[in-house]
């Protein structure tokens, strides 16, 4: 049974979990010359402390936006931004750089790895700005990584290096994980490999995470599924048969 919620409830939802990051009526209004684009129009969108979040919506309706407004790597043009109790909405540049630091890891469909360095070097290379990061070994055995930590990334298919990518961002702890799309460039079954990767970190680590995905599958994974349309939230959705590790469909 699915049953459709309200997105705020304040502050817990039904699940009895807290909120960690939430939007709040956020509206993104791109200025093109004469003409104004409205990527978000008063969106509602509540991330529950270690549930695993599925945001669906087509093309061009808002996901990538929201991520990064939610991500502190870009301002909304109303409404506001909360991490646990802070309000980012009126943040400077400083203190959101540090909240994403401190605090997001991020994945986006390529990978962005060093080319001359090994998994376990780029591994390493995001983990000496953190305060209490994993060993990039650890980050790379949830990975299920472990035996191809020395290899360069040109040495690894594309599901591979995605899952060393994910290594990077969850090695420093991060509260909350958003992933653009990561299974974007990926076969089938590469992406569920990933996916549950993804959900792996998640469980081990306490992780809020996020995924877009077009995946259809993923959905059985998740805990609550969202789906952007053209303006507001249109259904938040709380998975009550949630099913740990997916199987490849034709497994
Ligand atoms: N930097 C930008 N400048 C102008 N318009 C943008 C910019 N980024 C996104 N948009 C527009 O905002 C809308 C939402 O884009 P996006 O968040 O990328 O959607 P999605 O990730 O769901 O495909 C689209 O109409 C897109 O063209
Ligand atoms: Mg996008």
Do not use: W
């Not at 899952?163 to 590469?190: F, H, M, N, Q």
């Amino acid at each position: 049974m699915k049953a459709v919620v309200r997105p705020n409830e304040g502050g817990r939802s039904a699940s009895g979990r807290r909120t960690v990051l939430e939007a709040r009526r956020v509206s993104k209004i791109y200025r093109m010359g004469e003409v104004d684009v409205v990527a978000l129009r008063d969106v509602d969108f509540a991330l529950r402390e270690s549930e695993f979040h599925v945001l669906l919506g087509a093309s061009g309706s808002g996901k990538s936006t929201l991520m990064s407004i939610l991500g502190g790597l870009d301002r909304p043009t109303s409404g506001q931004v909360f991490f646990r109790d802070r309000d980012l909405s009126g943040a400077n540049d400083r203190v959101l750089k540090e909240f994403h630091r401190d605090h997001v890891g991020f994945v986006l469909q390529f990978y962005t790895l060093m080319p001359n360095l090994t998994a376990r070097e780029n591994v390493a290379l995001a983990t000496e700005i953190s305060r209490d990061p994993l060993q990039p070994d650890e980050a790379l055995e949830l990975m299920g990584m472990g035996d191809r930590m020395n290899r360069f990334p040109s040495q690894l298919s594309g599901g591979e290096q995605q899952r060393v990518a994910i290594a990077r961002a969850i090695a420093k702890r991060p509260e909350v994980l958003l992933c653009d799309e990561p299974t974007g460039a990926l076969d089938y079954r590469s992406g569920i490999l990933v996916l549950n990767a993804i959900e792996r970190a998640g469980l081990a680590l306490g992780t809020t995470t996020v995924v877009i995905t077009h995946n259809a599958q993923v959905s059985e994974m998740a805990d609550r599924i969202v789906t952007l349309v053209d303006g507001p939230i249109a259904q938040d959705q709380i998975n009550e048969t949630r099913r740990p590790g997916v199987e490849p469909a034709d497994a």
